[in-house]
Every structure is written in structure tokens, then in C-alpha cells.
């Protein structure tokens, strides 16, 4: 997704708002273009998880496997902060984990090797590789192959407080958050309705945030 063509005009007055993004990826869109957006209000947890159908559980991934990782940084600092979480590696002492990199791996114990790629194009990657081990979100899955079938051995729960720091959340301008219409629309998105519509509709891919 180019975040960018949804976080641009918003920027600039042209819309009220968008649910696209954590505020991670809002930040470095407000870094990069001298951006006012704010997060005003969390509304889901997109799962993350290790997807595999050559191995049931984490203690079978064999030495020097490759596994496919996020080119993006944002999406590379969440898959290896998942890893850490797995056991799968260990990351550096007195790093900021939400901007962490491949350079700041401490230990990787089973040397796996590490192939990244756009997340969009990662599920096809991993279904022509032979389904061997990559990190991604359903929700890619899906759209990518068409269908979903739960390969997880490891996922993103329960949450924590770092990775609930993942949210996608409805994002406006900061002159605006204190609007009565923006307000308004707040307490619709967080209604028990919408709630149990994530839960319904989207539960394979994400967990309400409110």
C-alpha cells in the first residue's frame, strides 16, 4: 500500500481522515514530509504471525533454514521483534526494538537466512518456495493467494505492550482532532456493533482494539 496517497491529503485538509496505519508508518510519513497527523483513536490489532506447512512448531525449524522477511522497515523492526518473541533470535541490548534492524541481531541460534521482499509480493514468494517459513499478515495471505489456510506456528498473541503499540488506528489531522464531528465518528467506529463486526468479519486477520 502506498501510504503516502492516503496520508498526503489528509495532510493537506483534502480529507478528514484514514484507517490505514499504525502509528509507527504515520510517524515516518510526519518525519519525511513536516506532517501534522495524529493518531485519534486505535481500532484494530493486525495479526502477525510465522507462517510454515513444512513444520508444525518453532523446535522444528531445522538449522540454516531461510525464512521470507518484510523489506519495509517498519514491517522488517515488528518481524524481528516477533522472532525475538519466537526465540528464534536475540536482539541487542538498549535498542529502540521498534526501529530495530537485521545489524541488530545479537544471536540467531538456528543461522537462519534471511530473504526479504515487498510484504505484498512475500506470499507468493513463500507459496513457490514450497510454503518453507516466512513472516506475514493474513490479511496479505489472503489477497495475495486467494485463500487462507491458518499456517501459523506462531502468531502475535496474546499482546503485549510493545506490539499493542501495532494498532491501525483512524488517524487525523492534530488542528482537528478535537472536533465535534471527529469526535462523533469516534464513538461510532468504537461502537459494541463495530466491535463484534471485526471480531465476525475480520477475526482471522485482526483483533478489536478498543
Known sequence: MN????????????ID?????????????????KG??????????SKFAIFSEKYETINDIPNGETIYLPLDTVNL?????????????TLKDGIVKTSSTL????????NLVWDQSAINVTPAKYRDSGRGLAIMYPSYVI???????EGEIYMNEPLNDLTKTYAISFVVKASRL??????TFIKHLTSDKVRQWIIDQYGF??????
Open 36 to 45: 501534522d497527523l495524529v493518531i485519534a483513536q486505535p481500532v484494530y490489532h
Open 205 to 210: 486477520a485482526a483483533i478489536p482494539a478498543f
Open 178 to 183: 478535537n472536533d465535534d464531528d471527529i469526535q
Open 103 to 110: 545489524d541488530d541481531i545479537a544471536a540467531n541460534p538456528k
Open 17 to 33: 481522515g484514514n484507517l490505514i496505519q499504525h502509528q509507527y508508518f504515520m510517524q515516518v510519513f510526519n518525519d519525511a514530509n
Open 77 to 89: 523492526s515488528r518481524a524481528l521483534i516477533l522472532l525475538e518473541t519466537a526465540g528464534l533470535i
Open 3 to 14: 501510504y503516502n496517497s492516503l496520508n498526503t491529503p489528509l495532510n493537506n485538509d483534502e
Open 143 to 149: 489477497s495475495s493467494l486467494g485463500s487462507y489456510d
